[in-house]
């Protein structure tokens, strides 16, 4: 493996760095107390050519590999988790699961619309009595011709409200297990299709999350996205290069909790010093390095097995373990060493706090991680997948 950067992707570090410093950070703050959707944040990074990053040329993407995505990722999350995140779905959720299982006529329709920012998607696994146990889920679409009829709800859906297509996991055949569950494109329009915004978010409240609601909702069979019965497959697919995403965007708030307090730390005096001079004050940021050395060395890593094309289940959860279990104690830490300070949003690291408890739970919580680290090791399935 190789350490060093390649110019290709310096410049494009470079460049969504300069980016997230000129047009995320000026309204991180009010985005985030407002609950605003970064609509505009997203239209100048598809105007950049970000959002085709991971996109083949021939769909009007750049054709780059996963480390550059990840360096941008990482750039972006360091100002803001809700624009990376909100970034970040539109490459791994919605455009990588049509590349890589959709028809010609599907990938036309969508990928080249996303990637100009023109269109953008959900992707719905969650059900409110489905959340880990995804097999669990109850929407179901009965096949009528060539058309298929679809009942369910889907909950905690990251862009449900603003979607201009859905891309839902439902049962085919119950009897089938994990075998009878599909995926359908489902287009905003379609009769019967509705959504609700879950507000009052403790974190990431610029992104979109909400419930969608299919009643009686009719599509055509050349709606199905892979063939009936592998739902599970394209949905395990798009949440490894998620829980990537979500790793290495993690590394980058675990670096601005740190730069964060460096500059805290040597400004802030008590007992006669700045506070930086305390070996307990030092020690706690010294495992913050460390951690976010690790995390950033575990996610790099990851962005070479990707772009090799090797398996890399096993990584992607310690990966996606250890970044957000370090980045939320990282936050935890830049909130104590601000003091009350750090108590408000004067300060950004309530926000990091509070942001930074949302990837222990969605892509798989920790728990399921472990599992899978677990399974690993020990040979032994813990849990259905
Ligand atoms: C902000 C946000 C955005 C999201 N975006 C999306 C999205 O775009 N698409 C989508 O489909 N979903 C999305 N989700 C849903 C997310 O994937 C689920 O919340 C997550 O998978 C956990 O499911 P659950 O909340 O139902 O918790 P549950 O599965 O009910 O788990 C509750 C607790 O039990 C633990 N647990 C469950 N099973 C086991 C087990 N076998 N062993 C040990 N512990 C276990 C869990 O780790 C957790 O601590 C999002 C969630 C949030 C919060």
Redesign the pocket.
């Known amino acids: 493996m190789d350490f060093e950067l390649t110019k290709e992707q310096s410049m494009f570090r470079d460049m969504a760095k300069e980016f997230g410093l000129r047009e995320v950070l000026p309204s991180t703050r009010e985005r985030d107390r407002e609950e605003r959707f970064p609509h505009e944040i997203m239209k100048k990074m598809a105007a950049q050519g970000l959002m085709g990053i991971k996109i083949p040329r021939e769909y009007g993407g750049l054709g780059l590999d996963w480390l550059t995505f990840g360096l941008v990722m990482e750039q972006i999350s360091y100002f803001d988790f809700s624009v990376g995140l909100s970034f970040l779905?539109q490459t791994t959720?919605q455009a990588m699961p049509i590349l890589t299982h959709g028809d010609d006529r599907q990938k036309e329709k969508y990928v080249p619309a996303i990637v100009k920012g023109e269109k953008a998607g959900?992707?719905?696994?969650?059900e409110p009595n489905?959340?880990?146990?995804?097999t669990a889920i109850e929407t179901r679409a009965v096949r009528d011709g060539e058309q298929w009829i679809i009942n369910g709800n889907?909950?905690?859906?990251?862009?449900?409200t603003l979607a201009d297509f859905a891309i839902v996991?439902v049962q085919t055949d119950k009897e089938k297990g994990t075998k009878g569950i599909t995926t359908f494109i489902i287009d905003r329009d379609t009769p019967g299709f509705s959504t609700v915004k879950i507000k009052n978010?403790l974190g990431?409240r610029s992104?979109d999350?909400g419930q969608l609601f299919f009643r009686d909702c009719r599509i055509p069979d050349s709606n199905r996205l892979g063939q009936v019965g592998m739902g599970m497959r394209v949905a395990l697919g798009a949440i490894e290069h998620t829980r990537f995403g979500i790793a290495i965007s993690a590394v980058g708030v675990l670096q601005a909790c740190i730069d964060a307090c460096v500059k805290y730390c040597q400004e802030r005096s008590q007992f006669g010093k700045p506070i930086g001079n305390f070996q307990l004050i030092q020690e706690r940021i010294a495992e913050m390095v460390v951690d976010c050395e690790a995390g950033r060395g575990l996610a790099y890593r990851l962005a070479y097995l990707k772009d090799k094309g090797v398996p890399h289940s096993r990584e992607t959860a310690i990966t996606k373990y250890f970044c957000t279990e370090a980045a939320v104690r990282a936050a935890r830490t830049a909130v104590e060493l601000h003091g009350a300070y750090g108590y408000t949003d004067d300060f950004p690291v309530e926000r990091y706090y509070r942001d930074m408890i949302?990837p222990l739970?969605?892509?798989?919580?920790?728990?399921?991680q472990k599992?899978t680290i677990g399974s690993f090791a020990t040979g032994i399935k813990?849990?259905a997948s």
Do not use: E, R
């Open positions: 779905t959720l959900c992707h719905a696994a969650v489905a959340g880990s146990d995804a889907k909950t905690w859906i990251t862009n449900a996991l978010k990431i992104t999350t949302s739970i969605f892509g798989g919580t920790s728990n399921i599992l813990a849990f």
